[in-house]
């Protein structure tokens, strides 16, 4: 617990320094983050102190301290800010640097940084930061029952932020609220998390679902066998004999069943896969897998409406799952189904807000919605962020062609057969071998 908690709270320490590209007006945080991205230390440095007499004092502080911290100088901006709160012990921003270069050193990451946080709530209670650093602090050296009423405040004053979300989360967790922990989760889906606000949700939430965790030790070697036996060497019949000898000796082991099931599903036995995941489901009701397992399930079998409803299910249990948002989508645009397939695609997103795919789903979504321009907005992203995506202009090619055939009006067939026709080029350009873009190019440029 310590160790994940103190992970936890130095990656929030910096979890508002996305940099993005400067222009002239930049500010000086903005200029100090675009520094220390450069490698320019001591003019990052520079700015950053700069940036702490600005509007985003807090914000600045952090970063500088964490540059500090990573230049070996940690004692240095210390000593300075113990000085400086000593000299205006009014101030409730000197108070909160100061907590956080102490919390940024195991030695006095207790009660010496906890006391700062606390005379900076004192001096500023309408400043959400300042319980949540408090929070933290008493969440990572394990005083729950503390922690949960100030990072509940924080939450209360800023329910907009969603690095906010995480603690309290993990926090319910550990005071046994399994119900509270998983709605912050959910809520943190809709708040446009960061990669890192969604990386530690998700090792929170998987604190909270080890789907192991009723192995007995004497069998855990026996399960790791039958995991290798399915997936490393794609064995599922040995998988199912391991498996069975667990079982054999265990018979309610609720994961073991869900794993056979897979093994049996591996072999086109989905009667007897069937069968083995919902004896998991009635161990351990509680579960996502055994929900994910039938769902993926009845895809393969081509029955959307089935899989949708046990992916719902998974996900009332284990709200992070990007892979159940994105089959889900996938699901429900087998039904035709544009407003299921957008939210959760939506979702998707959210928890990998930088990958590629998230974009061309929610693509896929809004073409099924028929807001073509909102699919167009999606894929030009793809492509701006990686020009050599094959797949995401092959996708904007064939947006345009379909475009092209829905209209009736001539200039906007027009338009969108110009389109297509440079979108499949460059496809070529890029896979020269393609044969579909080649046929459809020439389609185009005949006419049709």
């Not at 240095?76 to 113990?82: A, F, G, K, W």
């Not at 400043?127 to 050296?141: D, K, Q």
């Not at 066998?225 to 998988?239: E, S, V, Y």
Request: net charge negative; aromatic share 6%; glycine share 6%.
């Amino acid at each position: 617990m310590k160790r994940f908690v103190l992970g936890l709270g130095l990656a929030l320490a910096s979890a508002c320094t996305a940099s993005t590209a400067a222009g002239p007006a930049a500010d000086a945080y903005q200029r100090g983050l675009d520094e220390r991205k450069a490698g320019k230390i001591d003019r990052a440095m520079r700015e950053l102190r700069q940036a702490t007499q600005e509007n985003r004092p807090l914000d600045a502080w952090r970063v500088l301290i964490q540059v500090y911290y990573e230049q070996g100088r940690l004692s240095e901006i210390t000593n300075e800010l113990r000085s400086r709160a000593k000299l205006a012990p009014d101030d409730p921003v000197l108070h909160y640097a100061l907590g956080i270069a102490l919390f940024a050193n195991p030695a006095s990451a207790g009660s010496e940084a906890i006391d700062e946080f606390r005379t900076a709530a004192a001096l500023r209670p309408i400043e959400a930061e300042y319980p949540f650093r408090e929070g933290v602090a008493l969440l990572e050296s394990e005083r729950f029952a503390e922690a949960l009423p100030l990072l509940q405040k924080a939450v209360e004053l800023a329910p907009e932020q969603a690095k906010y979300r995480v603690p309290l989360g993990l926090c319910q967790a550990r005071r046994g609220d399994r119900a509270g922990a998983l709605e912050q989760f959910r809520k943190l889906i809709t708040l446009r998390p960061t990669a890192k606000d969604v990386q530690l949700a998700q090792q929170a939430i998987a604190h909270l679902d080890d789907p192991l965790r009723d192995v007995p030790k004497s069998e855990e070697e026996n399960v790791k066998r039958g995991i290798d036996w399915l997936n490393r060497a794609d064995q599922p019949l040995q998988a199912i004999d391991t498996f069975q000898d667990v079982l054999d000796r265990f018979p309610a082991l609720a994961p073991i069943h869900g794993l056979i099931g897979l093994a049996y599903e591996r072999i086109d036995d989905s009667g007897q896969a069937v069968e083995h995941f919902r004896r998991s489901i009635e161990l351990r009701p509680g579960a996502a897998e055994p929900y994910l397992y039938l769902a993926d399930l009845y895809v393969a079998k081509q029955k959307p409406e089935v899989a949708d409803e046990y992916y719902q299910k998974a996900l009332e249990r284990t709200p992070l799952r990007d892979r159940a948002y994105r089959m889900g989508g996938e699901a429900a645009v087998m039904q035709a189904n544009a407003p299921a397939a957008l939210e959760n695609f939506r979702a998707f997103e959210a928890l990998r807000p930088d990958d590629p795919m998230a974009h061309k789903m929610m693509a896929t979504g809004y073409e099924l919605a028929g807001t073509y321009d909102l699919a167009e907005i999606e894929l030009k992203g793809v492509i701006e962020k990686d020009d050599h995506d094959v797949d995401g202009r092959i996708r904007l090619a064939y947006l345009y062609k379909a475009e092209k055939e829905r209209s009736h009006e001539h200039d906007v067939q027009v338009r969108n057969r110009e389109l297509a026709i440079e979108a499949f080029q460059k496809v070529l350009d890029l896979q020269p071998e393609n044969a579909a873009a080649s046929r459809a190019l020439r389609d185009l440029k005949a006419g049709n």
